[in-house]
């Protein structure tokens, strides 16, 4: 299946990062390429563009489409909490920008062997990295009820979580629960019939999964300093959210950033030491147009951060 990935607002994202032609960028969750492209297409022949993505296909379909920018571009297979890390080991100092676009690709979501959607049968699975051995398969078999119910609860924001956590753990008495279908069954079974109306009733358990399989948040919420720091002066880092978790973990990062003062507020002034890293862009997040949403109803959801850094 080709990698047919559409970028959630790409210009505004691409723009965001006020590209400067010999400047060096990092696309943190590389995908099919689509931000790095746009990237590339505005950088003169000293700048450069570092691609980081933990998925194996994800890693292919961006080195074809890449390949035609050649030594501009720089891939790595990895997850990006590790991309300071890695760029500092290959002598890169610093960026002039770094995008993140957060969450599960249209490709995952519709490869049906890799389990993430609930709306075809397939092996629980639903990791990003192929190489990393933890599956939803164990996640839904081995965890307890009490953890179950708390991963529900709160990666899925699922009021039902406690009957759902209740009745996985009663059907895979009998025998494991192995697939996305049999998980989607034991779901529907969990919730009042007459309040499946609002959407799929499986949505927000899978993502709670999907979340819990990868430690999305957690490797969100650790990488952010970081990635903030890296930053060169008047660098900007633009990260695109597709729910609540995501973006309060970055509104939380980006507002401690800029205001880092640990001091009680009656302090006439600050004595904590702990110095602004920059700002936020704007205090509330850019969405998708009008028309970008008619186009491609995954973008619903999506909400756009950007922080800058201090110029000195």
């Known amino acids: ?74 891939i790595l297979r990895d997850n990006y909490c590790h991309a300071v890390a890695r760029l500092r080991e290959m002598g890169v100092e610093g960026a002039d920008g770094i995008v993140l676009d957060l969450g599960v690709s249209s490709y995952q979501l519709d490869t049906v062997s890799r389990g993430f959607t609930y709306k075809q049968d397939a092996p629980l699975d639903m990791r990003m990295d192929n190489r990393q051995s933890l599956t939803a398969r164990e996640i839904i078999n081995d965890c307890s009820e009490t953890e179950l119910f708390h991963i529900i609860r709160d990666y899925g924001e699922e009021q039902f979580a406690k009957n759902i956590a209740k009745h996985i753990v009663a059907a895979r008495k009998d025998k494991p629960v192995e697939t996305t279908g049999e998980l989607c069954d034991i779901i529907k079974a969990s919730i009042p019939a007459k309040l499946r109306m ?23 919420r650790d990488s952010l300093d970081e990635m903030i720091s890296f930053l060169k002066p008047g660098g900007r ?20 950033n800029e205001n880092p003062c640990t001091c009680p507020p009656d302090f006439p002034v ?16 850019i969405l998708p147009s009008e028309e970008e949403l008619e186009k491609n109803k995954r973008s619903k959801s999506a909400k756009l951060r950007i922080f800058e850094r201090n110029e000195n």
Request: aromatic residues 6%; contains cysteine; neutral net charge.
């Open 1 to 74: 299946m080709e990698f047919g990935h559409q970028s959630v607002m790409l210009y505004e994202t691409v723009d965001s990062l006020r590209i400067k032609p010999d400047g060096v960028y990092v696309d943190g969750t590389l995908g099919g390429g689509g931000h790095s492209h746009e990237i590339c297409t505005r950088l003169g022949e000293s700048g450069r563009l570092y691609g980081i993505d933990q998925d194996a296909d994800a890693i292919a379909a961006a080195t074809e489409r890449l390949a035609p920018f050649g030594e501009k571009v720089t």
């Open 237 to 256: 880092i633009s990260i695109i959210t597709f729910h609540s978790l995501e973006d309060r973990i970055v509104k939380t990062a980006f507002r401690r």
């Open 198 to 220: 609002n959407g799929h009733p499986a949505k927000k358990t899978f993502q709670a999964i999907r979340i819990a399989c990868n430690h999305e948040l957690d490797v969100l």
């Open 270 to 285: 600050c004595v904590c030491g702990n110095v602004s890293k920059g700002r936020q862009i704007s205090r509330k997040p």
